[in-house]
């Protein structure tokens, strides 16, 4: 039982770190603490961390959100006529997605047509397998036969 003491105490604790906290101050007390001071320290630690990225991803949501309110509208007037004519002769966003979006179900419908083919010839494939096997076995049974009929 001394043993297992002198053990507990001599086992050196490893900390974890974070993108948040990565360096030894971020922590309190020494290598060798105990587990029991290390584990106050060690939740402080993990509580501070979701802390921290909890701050983070409501700051990243409150930007998304601030980008989807501006509206961006381009100053046509500082393009020149060729530029101006090619803006109005190119594809719209609408245009594009609807195409998008058609390409998208084409893919779909040949994913579809791909997989049932294979299916298909897979089920083909063990058909065949098990009539060679058949043969097969057929063919031994009569040569077994014949060799005890001899």
């Given at each position: 039982m001394e043993d297992n003491a002198n053990v507990q105490q001599n086992i050196v604790i490893r900390r974890r770190s974070s993108l948040f906290c990565s360096g030894s101050g971020e922590y309190s007390g020494s290598a060798s603490a105990s587990p029991s001071t290390y584990k106050p320290s060690?939740?402080?630690?993990l509580t501070k961390e979701i802390e921290s990225w909890s701050r983070l991803?409501?700051?990243k949501i409150h930007e998304i959100h601030e980008h989807k309110q501006t509206i961006l509208e381009l100053d046509s007037s500082i393009l020149s006529a060729e530029q101006?004519?090619?803006?109005?002769?190119?594809p719209s966003v609408e245009s594009f997605v609807q195409s998008s979006n058609e390409f998208c179900h084409l893919l779909e419908r040949?994913?579809?047509r791909k997989s049932f083919i294979t299916q298909r010839y897979d089920a083909i494939l063990r058909e065949a397998r098990a009539q060679v096997d058949t043969k097969a076995m057929e063919l031994v049974e009569k040569s077994l036969l014949s060799k005890e009929i001899e």
């Open positions: 060690y939740e402080n630690q991803l409501r700051n101006q004519a090619y803006l109005n002769t190119g040949y994913i579809q």
